[in-house]
């Protein structure tokens, strides 16, 4: 798949934003703990990439109710869906400067079409040294989930399947989408939400 830029300044992709607060002295006391001076951009993506992958835990894998949307609350709660830990893997990444993007897939929301569809988030990072966005989906691992940090062939959470209506989704969007937002903005029950209340399509 062509990937399609939002923008074409790679500065859009390391702003910050309420979702994105990656001034925030939790994010900053992270990312002093997980990064150095010698790392090159590839070691500190992968770092945060394992990290939020293997160390925040996925609401509905561990039946949370808690809904987490800002990267520090994320971090602070250790727990968000995929919309939640997306945002704290882009505050890590774009505190470093590295730009990082928001990628969608739209995924069946279990095993067959009948129980519906859901928009699933994932990221894209630019690394230059091999000049070239590179998609990491931080969502979690467990069975029948194996998503690995890989610059040449993509390892991701989910393979989409076309013909039961799945989508990859070319846009690398330089915020988190605006439904995105609003559905964890809108819900108290992160189980009640996922199960009823993501949105289905862009």
């Not at 095993?111 to 990072?125: F, R």
């Not at 690398?172 to 108290?188: D, E, R």
């Not at 992160?190 to 209340?197: E, G, N, P, S």
Request: neutral net charge; hydrophobic residues 35%; proline residues 3%.
């Amino acid at each position: 798949m062509k990937m399609i830029c939002e923008s074409g300044r790679l500065s859009d992709y390391v702003c910050e934003s309420k979702e994105v607060d990656y001034s925030h002295p939790m994010i900053k006391e992270k990312a002093a703990e997980l990064f150095h001076s010698s790392q090159t951009e590839m070691d500190k993506a992968k770092i945060a990439f394992e990290f939020v992958r293997d160390e925040i835990s996925h609401s509905w894998d561990i039946q949370s109710k808690r809904v987490t949307c800002h990267a520090s609350d994320v971090l602070r709660f250790k727990e968000g869906i995929c919309y939640a830990k997306s945002n704290l893997f882009a505050a890590l990444l774009r505190g470093e400067g590295i730009p990082t993007g928001f990628c969608y897939q739209r995924l069946m929301l279990f095993d067959t079409p009948d129980k519906g569809y859901c928009i699933h988030a994932l990221n894209a990072v630019y690394l230059s040294s091999v000049r070239k966005w590179v998609r990491l989906d931080a969502r979690g691992n467990k069975e029948g989930v194996n998503a690995q940090f890989s610059i040449h062939k993509e390892r991701l959470a989910f393979q989409v399947n076309e013909r039961m209506g799945e989508q990859d989704k070319p846009m690398i969007y330089t915020s988190p989408h605006s439904k995105t937002v609003a559905v964890l903005n809108g819900h108290t029950d992160a189980l009640k939400m996922y199960l009823y209340h993501l949105p289905d399509d862009l």
